[in-house]
């Protein structure tokens, strides 16, 4: 697995020069995001996928899918993004497709991909990658949805057959279209992208949404997402027959401190000291990738050692949530 990432930038240069507002500053409790200055998007992807199959050596031989994940434009308006990063890495036959599932994208792509080769034994392996940029004029990204600070990057990780670096142990998925609209609000439908103009603005939906339901929605509504993400831990922790006391790590997805239930979180055993926080805090989210990146930071930072059990957990809106227990079975060559 590997990663690229665009150059750090801090919230407070941002709050300074009045990019970011320093009440969501304070209130999300991000230190920096990360940005890339050059593009296109989909070379984000290329590059993080290189490094991770020149790390897996001989394992990555022969790919037979190729899933890519994203939710920004990747460059090019009607392209095969996935054929793309596939054509510049690994080559091949292999079946090269998209995950669209916003946040959650790199986690449906995982979940699919485990499902494929198990039920496809003559299949070796699956490369995953995922590649987002916040920028202008698609994005704001310090004001196009509170509580998120949007940055910029690439991640790769291939899943295979043979032994590695680590092991998938469980995955579980679960969706749930109840509160899918809040992405949606009062936005008139459009004929193209960018039809209603840019940036996107999803705190307008949220707030349409909110309107139109009333705010004694609010409550129930985090309330019952909240339940869904533990609810897909759960599940996963049960399939591979543990507790949260046995996890040594957790990724969660970058979202700031406003967004996170964190007592929820501490009430079903998970200390923030033991999550990534600490590195994400100073990424800011990176769309579809915030999991795979996760992991590879905990694994080139050398934090997660052999033997740990690491837990991913993603969402997307619509809204779509996803769990995976990892082991770590070696360390990331030098």
């Given at each position: 697995?590997?990663?690229?990432?665009?150059?750090?930038?801090?919230?407070?240069?941002?709050?300074?020069?009045?990019?970011?507002?320093?009440?969501?500053?304070?209130?999300?409790?991000?230190?920096?995001?990360?940005?890339?200055?050059?593009?296109?998007?989909?070379?984000?992807?290329?590059?993080?996928?290189?490094?991770?199959?020149?790390?897996?050596?001989?394992?990555?031989?022969?790919?037979?899918?190729?899933?890519?994940?994203?939710?920004?434009?990747?460059?090019?308006?009607?392209?095969?993004?996935?054929?793309?990063?596939?054509?510049?890495?690994?080559?091949?036959?292999?079946?090269?497709?998209?995950?669209?599932?916003?946040?959650?994208?790199?986690?449906?792509?995982?979940?699919?991909?485990?499902?494929?080769?198990?039920?496809?034994?003559?299949?070796?392996?699956?490369?995953?990658?995922?590649?987002?940029?916040?920028?202008?004029?698609?994005?704001?990204?310090?004001?196009?949805?509170?509580?998120?600070?949007?940055?910029?990057?690439?991640?790769?990780?291939?899943?295979?057959?043979?032994?590695?670096?680590?092991?998938?142990?469980?995955?579980?998925?679960?969706?749930?279209?109840?509160?899918?609209?809040?992405?949606?609000?009062?936005?008139?439908?459009?004929?193209?992208?960018?039809?209603?103009?840019?940036?996107?603005?999803?705190?307008?939906?949220?707030?349409?949404?909110?309107?139109?339901?009333?705010?004694?929605?609010?409550?129930?509504?985090?309330?019952?997402?909240?339940?869904?993400?533990?609810?897909?831990?759960?599940?996963?922790?049960?399939?591979?027959?543990?507790?949260?006391?046995?996890?040594?790590?957790?990724?969660?997805?970058?979202?700031?401190?406003?967004?996170?239930?964190?007592?929820?979180?501490?009430?079903?055993g998970i200390d923030i000291s033991r999550t990534t926080w600490d590195w994400g805090?100073?990424?800011?989210?990176?769309?579809?990738?915030?999991?795979?990146?996760?992991?590879?930071?905990?694994?080139?930072?050398?934090?997660?050692?052999?033997?740990?059990?690491?837990?991913?957990?993603?969402?997307?809106?619509?809204?779509?949530?996803?769990?995976?227990?990892?082991?770590?079975?070696?360390?990331?060559?030098?």
């Amino acid at each position: 697995m590997a990663m690229t990432l665009g150059r750090e930038e801090t919230t407070e240069s941002a709050v300074a020069d009045g990019r970011y507002a320093a009440k969501e500053n304070e209130a999300s409790g991000f230190l920096a995001t990360r940005v890339d200055d050059e593009g296109p998007t989909i070379d984000l992807a290329v590059r993080a996928a290189a490094a991770a199959v020149a790390r897996a050596g001989d394992r990555a031989s022969q790919v037979d899918l190729v899933v890519h994940s994203y939710i920004a434009h990747q460059g090019l308006d009607d392209f095969a993004p996935a054929a793309y990063i596939q054509g510049r890495t690994v080559r091949g036959d292999g079946f090269a497709v998209e995950m669209r599932q916003a946040s959650n994208g790199g986690m449906a792509a995982l979940e699919l991909a485990a499902g494929y080769l198990t039920a496809r034994p003559d299949t070796s392996a699956a490369l995953l990658t995922t590649a987002d940029r916040f920028v202008e004029p698609g994005y704001n990204r310090y004001a196009t949805a509170s509580g998120m600070l949007f940055g910029d990057g690439g991640t790769a990780l291939l899943l295979c057959r043979s032994s590695g670096i680590a092991r998938l142990v469980s995955s579980a998925t679960t969706g749930d279209t109840t509160y899918g609209d809040i992405q949606i609000g009062a936005e008139p439908w459009s004929d193209v992208s960018g039809g209603n103009g840019w940036p996107v603005n999803i705190n307008a939906r949220v707030h349409a949404y909110l309107a139109e339901k009333g705010p004694e929605i609010y409550v129930p509504m985090v309330q019952a997402l909240q339940q869904k993400e533990m609810l897909v831990i759960e599940q996963a922790l049960a399939e591979a027959g543990l507790e949260p006391t046995d996890v040594a790590w957790w990724i969660f997805p970058n979202q700031g401190l406003a967004l996170t239930d964190w007592d929820a979180r501490k009430a079903f055993g998970i200390d923030i000291s033991r999550t990534t926080w600490d590195w994400g805090r100073r990424c800011g989210h990176l769309g579809a990738g915030d999991q795979f990146a996760g992991l590879t930071h905990l694994l080139e930072a050398r934090k997660a050692k052999p033997g740990d059990r690491v837990v991913l957990a993603g969402s997307g809106t619509g809204f779509m949530f996803s769990a995976a227990v990892i082991e770590i079975t070696a360390e990331l060559p030098e």
